[in-house]
């Protein structure tokens, strides 16, 4: 019996990678901030990364600690809570660390990804056996990226240019799942989605399917980060493992 612990398991990735983990032989249990029933073969536990309350009880006996939990929008959360969680792991008995990161971290200075590199190293250095899987952005990060410029009172929609691979959440959650039921192999190879676009296709898709015809043009974005995206730091061209297709994952959402 594997004893699995996933953090951020209420997220769109957790969620997936929870389905993806439930079968026989597995022991899953899952971590959220507020109670929850047990179903599905999945026992819920009530922690908090920032704090560690309630961590001890979640890793005891723990084989693997798939930590997918992440605050983007809060500077330097993700690296307290990774730190907590080392700690935390360190003390139960050495479980399995398989992290999710993201493509582009080395490359693009954003404050962010300075945070996932940071939680990164510090998974590495840990003496914990670990497993690092960088991914491109979530076909589900083009919506959110759309809801927030087409709030802006202009006529036309400006985005950097540069490129992007996404890649689907579910494909995302297969390949961990893979990798949490594997042995530790540190750093694997990056996953991107199948085919690469420029961000204002993606964008300008996106606002035909909801229905708006306003103008999307690419400009170039100043800063370093600008310039890293328009060179195509976002992607990982030899890495296009992904199966699902950024058409396919439009039509799904029609009518949404």
């Known amino acids: 019996m594997t004893t699995i612990l996933v953090t951020g398991a209420t997220g769109l990735l957790g969620r997936s990678l929870l389905e993806r983990l439930s079968a026989p032989g597995t022991e899953l249990r899952a971590l959220s901030r507020q109670a929850r029933e047990n179903t599905d073969g999945v026992t819920w536990h009530v922690s908090d990364l920032h704090t560690g309350v309630g961590l001890p009880e979640a890793l005891d006996g723990a084989d693997v600690v798939v930590h997918c939990a992440s605050e983007p929008e809060i500077p330097g959360a993700d690296v307290e809570s990774t730190r907590t969680l080392i700690d935390a792991a360190a003390e139960a008995g050495n479980p399995h660390i398989v992290y999710i990161s993201i493509v582009g971290i080395d490359d693009i200075p954003y404050r962010y990804y300075r945070d996932k590199r940071c939680c990164e190293r510090m998974i590495r250095e840990s003496g914990l056996p670990w497993t690092t899987l960088r991914t491109t952005q979530f076909h589900q990060f083009i919506p959110v990226l759309v809801d927030r410029v087409a709030k802006l009172p202009v006529p036309l929609l400006a985005v950097p240019r540069g490129t992007c691979q ?21 750093r694997v190879d990056d996953l991107g989605g199948p085919q690469i676009f420029s961000l204002a296709r993606v964008v300008r898709d996106e606002m035909r399917r909801r229905g708006s015809h306003r103008p999307v043009v690419s400009t170039w974005f100043p800063g370093k980060v600008g310039a890293a995206i328009a060179a195509g730091h976002c992607t990982t061209p030899a890495h296009a493992g992904g199966t699902v297709t950024w058409a396919q994952y439009v039509d799904g959402r029609r009518g949404l």
């Open 166 to 186: 996404p890649v689907d959440v579910d494909d995302v959650a297969t390949r961990l799942a893979t990798l949490a039921l594997a042995d530790p192999a540190g």
